[in-house]
């Protein structure tokens, strides 16, 4: 769909480089609107945002012509499917995926985070956090955990962005182009780790799904590779985007900042409000099964509706003074990571991932200070800097 819709258009611009003020004039104006350019309605409420994500009349099997198709992997992945896929899928990588495994991580995760501060400390000058920090840490831990080998990390880089390219509601043609090819090379690429694990299992996430698919045919090979895909995809340029944007954040909201160097225990409610403020994943679509009012708008069944997440999460009828970034916030129950039976499954380890390395930057380098404008990467779905110069002095 708007294949040709490139990056400079005023939307797509407005909605990459400062979405918020858009976002107010819908909360204010125009909550349910249909929006011509992306073709699909767009819903800001909080509210309004929980009911299409909560309503089973609402499908998340949201192709678009041109950029999915149902035989395109990624295309059949849980994100995308219904009950009763989606339930059978889940349940499966449930299984697999547990917070109790997640919270085993912990001490590797501190570990990760100390190496990687380490090195920021030995460097003078300006350091670029995303690629000293943010972006690191998550790709090393989903890599570790999956059990795909370090030495390929640098391959799957540029196949998972392209791929992460693809989930904006307008995709450039140039990503579209790619796309295929990406899709492909990642395939073939979990395919023969999992040809290996099956000959050899190790103590991996890859290998645990491995047994699961054999212990029934519940879950076929394609579904087990599109699953470690979604689970790699999402372990690259999700949590990078709560580092980053939070950490940019904290630097812009000095007041904040030495709040929580003077009570570090504010993390976990700070990581939460961080997520809150500026949401890595700032929209999701579903598309009506049938036709269905909302606030007074008919919506056509076959309709795509876009649930505009980093609005609902500025809602002024949810949040008191929801501009304002406040660590503390409580109660603050925000929808960054979805909600409804798609909720996130990795929040538990991007939370982790996110306190750790958070709490640790602003214990080890107090004095941490914004050194340049940073750069925004062009996507709007998944929304995040792609350099952000610091200064550590100590
Ligand atoms: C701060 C980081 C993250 C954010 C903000 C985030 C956000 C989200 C959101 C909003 C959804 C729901 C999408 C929808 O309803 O259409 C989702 C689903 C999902 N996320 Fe995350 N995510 C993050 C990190 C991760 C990580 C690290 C993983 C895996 C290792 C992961 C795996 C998934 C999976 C598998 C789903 C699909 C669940 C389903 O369809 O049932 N996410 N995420």
Redesign the pocket.
């Known amino acids: 769909m708007m294949a040709d819709v490139p990056y400079d258009h005023p939307l797509v611009a407005q909605l990459r480089d400062n979405p918020y003020p858009l976002y107010q004039r819908l909360l204010a104006q125009a909550p349910v609107q249909w929006n011509d350019v992306l073709e699909a309605w767009t819903l800001a409420r909080y509210a309004d945002v929980v009911g299409v994500?909560t309503d089973a009349r609402f499908s998340?099997r949201r192709f678009r012509s041109g950029v999915d198709s149902e035989e395109a992997n990624i295309a059949r992945?849980?994100?995308?499917?219904d009950p009763p896929d989606?339930t059978r899928?889940?349940a499966l990588?449930q299984k697999a995926?547990t917070p109790r495994m997640v919270e085993q991580l912990r001490p590797r995760i501190i570990a990760i985070v100390g190496e990687l501060l380490d090195r920021i400390a030995e460097q003078s000058g300006t350091v670029d956090l995303i690629g000293e920090l943010a972006y690191p840490l998550?790709v090393v831990?989903?890599a570790e955990?999956l059990g795909v080998p370090a030495e390929d990390r640098v391959k799957f880089r540029e196949w998972s962005a392209v791929v992460a390219a693809s989930l904006d509601p307008l995709v450039p043609e140039a990503v579209v182009n790619r796309l295929q090819d990406a899709r492909a090379a990642l395939y073939t690429y979990l395919r023969e780790i999992i040809t290996l694990r099956r000959r050899e299992p190790r103590a991996d996430l890859i290998s645990a799904l491995v047994a699961v698919e054999e212990h029934g045919d519940v879950l076929t090979e394609p579904e087990l590779v599109i699953?470690c895909m979604?689970?790699l995809i999402?372990?690259h340029e999700?949590?990078v985007?709560?580092i980053g944007n939070g950490v940019l954040a904290l630097l812009r909201h000095p007041e904040e900042f030495a709040r929580l160097k003077a009570d570090p225990s504010l993390i976990n409610s700070g990581v939460e409000e961080l997520?809150r403020f500026d949401?890595?994943?700032q929209l999701?679509?579903?598309i009506a099964t049938q036709s269905i009012e909302i606030d007074g708008h008919a919506i056509a069944q076959g309709a795509r509706v876009v649930?505009l997440?980093g609005a609902a999460n500025h809602d002024p009828a949810q949040f008191a003074d929801p501009e304002t970034l406040d660590l503390g916030r409580a109660p603050n129950n925000h929808?960054?990571?979805?909600?409804?039976?798609?909720?996130?499954?990795?929040?538990p380890?991007?939370?982790l991932?996110?306190q750790i390395a958070i709490g640790a930057l602003v214990r080890r380098f107090p004095n941490l200070t914004l050194a340049g404008e940073p750069e925004r990467r062009h996507q709007i779905t998944l929304r995040g800097l792609s350099s952000l110069p610091v200064t550590i002095s100590p």
């Open positions: 994500l998340a992945s849980m994100l995308v499917s989606h899928l889940r990588v995926f998550p831990v989903i955990l699953m979604l689970l999402a372990g999700t949590t985007n709560l997520l949401s890595p994943v999701t679509a579903r649930t997440l929808l960054a990571f979805g909600r409804g039976i798609h909720f996130c499954l990795g929040a380890l991007a939370r991932e996110g």
